[in-house]
C-alpha cells in the first residue's frame, strides 16, 4: 500500500525511495476515537478543508516522521510541527576538516631546502608562541562557534513554541466553550452578526424578550420559561439560557448541520434537537403575546411621505411568500401541493417595511390560502376595536382576486393591473404606482429568507414545526430593523 505524508508541503511518499532516507509513517488520529487530536492535527497540517477534513481520514491517513521533534509522537512533543522548524537540530551540519598546512610550505622549493626552512622557521615562533597553543585554538574554536549557534537556535526555538502555544490556545478556547461573549470578542469583524443575524446589542435586547439574563452570573429561575423537555438532560441542565438561544439563532441563521452544533457547544446531538424544538415552541408562544398589529394612528404616523403622499389611506400591503419542500413519497401529500412543490403564506407589511401580520403555511392556489389563512377574521377584529376603520386600503398584487371579500368588510383593496391585459391597464391606470410600492413585499420577504433555514428547499423532517419556525423568524426580521 503506499504511504504518503499529509502534511500540507510535505512530499515523502513511500514510491519514491529518495525521498525515504529513513523516514517512518505514523497513523493518524481516528475522528471516532480522538476527535479534539484528530481536528487539532488537520489543522496544523494547513491542507484546504476539502483535501483533509474529519470525513476523509481513514486508516491510510499518515504524518511522517520528518513532522516530529522527537522522530516520533512523544509525551513532550505529541504533535507534528513543519520539518523546516527543528531540521537543524535533528541533523546539525558538520563543520568541514580543516587541514592544517602551513603558509610557508611552498611545492616548488626542493625537499631539502624546505625541510631547513620550516624548521628555521619553527624555531623562530617558539620563542614567541608556545607549541600547545595554536594547536588548542584550533581544536576549541569549532567547539565554541557551535555551542553559540546552538543556543541561538535554542532561544529561536523556545519563541516560537510559546507563540505555537498561544496559538493553540487560541485555537481551543472557541472549541471549549461557543457563548455569546466569545463570538462578539473573538477578533473577526461582526461575527456574532454573521452567526445570529443579529449584533451583540440586539441579541441582549433579544434576551430581554424572552426573559434571559444578560449574563451567565445572573441567576433566573428556568421554571419561569416553560420549556417542554422530554427528559431530564445533565448537558442542558449545564447550558446557560443565553447559550441556548445562541444555539437557536445559529440554526435558524446559518441553518448549521446538528452535528456541527453539537459539536460547537460539546453536547450530544440529542440534546441540540432537543434544545431547538423546545426553544423555537417557546419562542413562539412568545411572540405570538405581542402586539403585532398597532393602531392606524400608528402606521400614519411613521408611513414615509412618498408613499402617504399617493395613498394616504393604505395601512397594509398584502403579499405571498412561497417556500420550497421536497417533494414527499406519498402521492396523496403530492396531489395536494400540486407541482409546485411550495407552501404559501399571507403576509402583511406596513409601509415602513414591518411585518404586521404572517400566516401559516398552505398548499393550493392564492385564493384558497387568503380564504383559510384566517386574516379576514383578523380585519373583523381590527375594524371592531378601532385599530381600522372604514374606507382604509390595502394593496395586494395581481394574483388577488378577492375585492369582494375585502368590500364586504368595508375596505379597499388596491390590486395593481396585470400586465397580460390592456384593457384592464388603462382602466386602471392610477393603481400602476401601487405596483412600485408592492416591491416593499418582496424586500420583506427576501430580510425574512436571509434565514437559511427558510430559504433553501425545506426537508420533509422539518415540517412537523415548520409552521413555528416560520412565525419565528418573520417576527425575528422586525428585531433586525428595530421594528418592535
Not at 443579529?198 to 426573559?211: A, H, I, M, P, R
Not at 407541482?339 to 385564493?367: H, M, N
Request: glycine share 4%.
Amino acid at each position: 500500500m503506499v504511504k504518503r505524508c499529509c502534511w500540507g508541503t510535505c512530499n515523502t511518499d513511500s514510491r519514491y525511495p529518495d525521498r525515504m532516507r529513513g523516514v517512518q509513517f505514523f497513523p493518524f488520529p481516528k475522528p471516532r476515537a480522538h476527535l479534539e487530536k484528530c481536528v487539532l492535527w488537520i489543522k496544523l497540517c494547513g491542507r484546504p478543508h476539502s483535501q483533509l477534513n474529519t470525513s476523509n481520514v481513514n486508516k491510510h491517513t499518515y504524518i511522517c516522521s520528518k513532522h516530529f521533534v522527537d522522530g516520533k509522537p512523544s509525551g513532550q512533543h505529541p504533535h507534528p510541527v513543519d520539518a523546516a522548524v527543528y531540521a537543524d537540530v535533528l541533523h546539525p551540519p558538520v563543520a568541514p576538516i580543516r587541514k592544517r598546512l602551513r603558509h610557508n610550505l611552498v611545492n616548488s622549493s626542493p625537499p631539502a631546502l624546505k625541510t631547513t626552512a620550516v624548521a628555521v622557521k619553527i624555531e623562530s615562533q617558539e620563542d614567541i608562541f608556545p607549541k600547545s597553543e595554536p594547536e588548542e585554538r584550533d581544536e576549541e574554536s569549532p567547539v565554541a562557534d557551535r555551542i553559540r549557534q546552538l543556543e541561538q537556535r535554542n532561544a529561536e526555538l523556545l519563541q516560537e513554541m510559546a507563540s505555537l502555544k498561544r496559538l493553540v490556545e487560541t485555537l481551543q478556547s472557541p472549541l471549549q466553550q461557543t457563548t455569546p461573549e466569545a463570538l462578539h470578542y473573538c477578533g473577526i469583524p461582526n461575527y456574532s452578526y454573521y452567526c445570529t443575524g443579529f449584533t451583540y446589542q440586539q441579541f441582549n435586547s433579544l434576551c430581554e424578550v424572552f426573559g434571559v439574563p444578560n449574563s451567565d452570573s445572573d441567576s433566573v429561575p428556568r421554571e419561569n420559561i416553560p420549556f417542554t423537555y422530554k427528559c431530564s438532560d445533565p448537558q442542558i441542565a449545564k447550558m446557560p439560557l443565553r447559550q441556548q438561544l445562541l444555539l437557536v439563532l445559529m440554526k435558524l441563521r446559518q441553518d448549521f448541520d446538528m452535528k456541527d452544533l453539537a459539536y460547537r457547544f460539546q453536547v450530544g446531538v440529542e440534546s441540540v434537537c432537543t434544545v431547538f424544538t423546545s426553544w423555537i415552541a417557546y419562542m413562539s408562544s412568545t411572540l405570538a403575546q405581542r402586539p403585532m398589529w398597532p393602531h392606524r394612528d400608528v402606521i400614519s404616523e411613521h408611513t414615509p411621505l412618498t408613499f402617504k403622499s399617493r395613498f394616504p389611506t393604505t395601512l397594509a400591503l398584502l403579499g405571498f411568500a412561497e417556500l420550497k419542500i421536497e417533494r414527499p413519497n406519498a402521492f396523496l401529500v403530492q396531489n395536494q401541493i400540486w407541482t409546485t412543490d411550495a407552501l404559501k403564506s399571507l403576509i402583511a407589511v406596513d409601509p415602513r417595511g414591518a411585518v404586521l401580520y404572517v400566516s401559516a403555511l398552505f398548499t393550493g392556489a392564492e385564493q384558497d390560502v387568503f380564504r383559510q389563512c384566517g386574516v379576514i377574521p383578523l380585519l373583523q377584529t381590527l375594524l371592531e376595536r378601532g385599530h381600522l376603520v372604514n374606507g382604509d386600503g390595502l394593496i395586494a398584487d395581481e394574483r388577488f382576486r378577492l375585492d369582494g371579500d375585502v368590500e364586504k368588510l368595508g375596505l379597499k383593496l388596491n390590486v395593481p393591473p396585470c400586465v397580460e391585459s390592456k384593457k384592464q391597464m388603462s382602466a386602471f391606470s392610477s393603481r400602476k404606482s401601487a405596483a412600485q410600492h408592492q416591491k416593499h413585499v418582496e424586500r420583506v420577504i427576501d430580510k425574512i429568507k436571509t434565514f437559511k433555514i427558510v430559504s433553501g428547499r425545506i426537508p420533509n423532517s422539518m415540517l412537523s414545526n415548520m409552521n413555528e419556525i416560520w412565525f419565528v423568524v418573520s417576527m425575528l426580521a422586525n428585531f433586525q430593523s428595530g421594528h418592535h
